[in-house]
């Protein structure tokens, strides 16, 4: 099975940002470095149809301005595809990429743009109209700004169920992607959070499948449950290894 890596913001702000998705330049690095070595990193769409155990696919949300000025150079060193996944509500804003930049990001052939909403908004709690309206919009303003087709699309807060699945599909996603949430269906894959909590240890557990075997499992059950309250994935407690489980996941 694939890992699809979630990343938002390659930097290092003295205070975490909210849930800890802030990843310092020198980890991303390190981290690029191992996946370079130790797994075959593979465009985004390419997971939806190959089953290879090592195989990796990189992704970024939001649209964070660091994601062309120090994220490219490093996946460009390496040559690794990834794709970024971008609130259109957000372009322009402080931090985050200038139209401009994004188009100048679109152009790199290791680069697809993918939708992540208008506004960032829950969309289990949008009516169907309005969720519609938000998917068709933003697809639409990317698809101008970039001048390319943006048919691949991750659901703010990592959200969906049956109901915007349906919706995706009729806005003309040709696949779409949470966190641990939905069944990892067409339009609700699962991804493997990451933020400045995964030191290289637990980075690589979680590239090679543990998160998707443990904590992932653990999520879904409790949100079945109803006691996990809120929509965004909460950052888990690191899982206990080993040395021995660190040698076998190089090898998976």
Request: with cysteine; proline share 5%; net charge neutral.
């Amino acid at each position: 099975m694939s890992s699809v890596l979630v990343y938002h913001t390659i930097s290092a702000p003295a205070e975490p940002l909210p849930g800890d998705i802030d990843i310092s330049p020198e980890a991303f690095a390190r981290q690029v470095d191992w996946l370079a070595r130790w797994r075959s990193v593979a465009p985004l769409v390419q997971t939806l149809y190959s089953t290879r155990r090592r195989q990796v696919a990189i992704t970024f949300d939001d649209g964070f301005r660091d994601n062309l000025t120090v994220a490219l150079p490093l996946l460009e060193e390496y040559s690794l595809p990834a794709t970024v996944f971008v609130t259109v509500g957000f372009i322009g804003n402080e931090g985050y990429l200038t139209r401009d930049e994004l188009l100048e990001l679109s152009q790199s052939s290791l680069i697809t743009i993918g939708a992540h909403g208008f506004w960032h908004r829950h969309f289990n709690l949008l009516s169907s109209d309005e969720a519609r309206q938000e998917l068709i919009e933003a697809r639409t303003m990317l698809e101008e700004i970039t001048g390319k087709k943006v048919d691949l699309m991750a659901w703010p807060y990592g959200e969906c169920d049956q109901r915007l699945e349906s919706l995706a599909a009729e806005a003309g996603y040709h696949a779409s992607w949470s966190v641990w949430k939905g069944n990892n269906a067409a339009h609700c894959r699962w991804r493997v959070p990451l933020g400045r909590r995964d030191n290289m240890a637990r980075f690589i557990l979680k590239a090679s499948g543990v998160y998707e075997m443990t904590e992932a499992r653990l999520h879904r059950r409790r949100d079945r449950r109803g006691t996990h309250a809120s929509g965004v994935p909460a950052v888990p407690t690191p899982p206990v290894c080993s040395n021995t489980l660190l040698a076998r996941s190089r090898m998976d």
